[in-house]
């Protein structure tokens, strides 16, 4: 079974310019998380969605970033424009039914380097 | 608001050394927790978890952990650590009512041959 993958691993833009992150979760996952990692920080939870809704954005930082789930499968995080703070990893995860016992399964992230 | 703590940012040890990390949480309701690993080039793999029952659970590669509700603590444990252990390890919370997990911000550990 194919994991949770991520597109692309690695992200250098100029301040101001827009990136798109990609996320793919696990086949038959209807939850999908965004995660970010500044340097020095910890992880820190962006959003959720379930299927195509979003369950919670209290994470998202700004509304330079969206974050879309169109048709429930894939995902996409759009910064737009980028600032240097924006930097660090972004993860995503998936999960199969939610909650509080479940588990979440994540991918490899993108480096983002916002110059 | 909720936070985890992990006590080490960097641990050094040698093959054969036992091995505690340590972590704390500041939710007081139900919680539960994880321990997750990052190898060096890999992405964030679950290395166990706890929801309920025996607060000694046990992971995969020979780790296991304690939650303790008293000390609101989690440490995780190996009692002989290998190389192939060298990875940074994150702690992690996931309380009712909240979507996403609360992560501490990791241990670095080396394992020195």
């Known amino acids: 079974e194919a994991g949770v993958t991520q597109f692309p691993s690695h992200s250098v833009i100029e301040k101001g310019q827009t990136v798109t992150l990609r996320c793919d979760p696990i086949?038959?996952?209807?939850?999908l998380y965004w995660y970010r990692r500044v340097m020095g920080k910890e992880i820190k939870f962006l959003l959720h969605?379930?299927?195509?809704?979003?369950?919670?954005e209290s994470g998202m930082p700004n509304n330079r970033f969206l974050a879309e789930r169109t048709g429930g499968t894939y995902s996409t995080l759009k910064v737009q424009p980028a600032e240097l703070e924006d930097s660090g990893v972004y993860f995503c995860?998936?999960?199969?039914?939610?909650?509080?016992?479940?588990?979440?399964?994540f991918g490899p992230g993108t480096r983002l380097t916002v110059l | 608001a909720q936070s985890v703590s992990q006590h080490n940012h960097h641990v050094i040890l040698s093959e054969a050394a036992s091995l505690e990390l340590g972590c704390n949480y500041s939710?007081?309701?139900?919680?539960?927790l994880f321990w997750y690993v990052q190898y060096p080039g890999q992405h964030l793999q679950l290395l166990l978890k706890?929801?309920?029952?025996?607060?000694l659970v046990k992971g995969i590669k020979g780790f296991e952990a304690e939650f303790i509700k008293s000390k609101f603590s989690f440490n995780l444990r190996k009692p002989s650590v290998q190389w192939s252990d060298t990875a940074e390890y994150f702690c992690?919370?996931?309380?009712?009512?909240?979507?996403?997990?609360?992560f501490g911000k990791g241990t670095h550990l080396i394992i020195q041959p």
């Open positions: 969605f379930v299927k195509e809704s979003k369950q919670d």
């Open positions: 995860a998936s999960s199969l039914r939610g909650g509080l016992t479940d588990t979440q399964y």
């Open positions: 939710y007081g309701g139900t919680v539960n």
């Open positions: 992690a919370a996931h309380r009712g009512g909240a979507d996403g997990l609360t």
């Open positions: 086949s038959g996952h209807d939850n």
């Open positions: 706890y929801f309920s029952g025996d607060p």
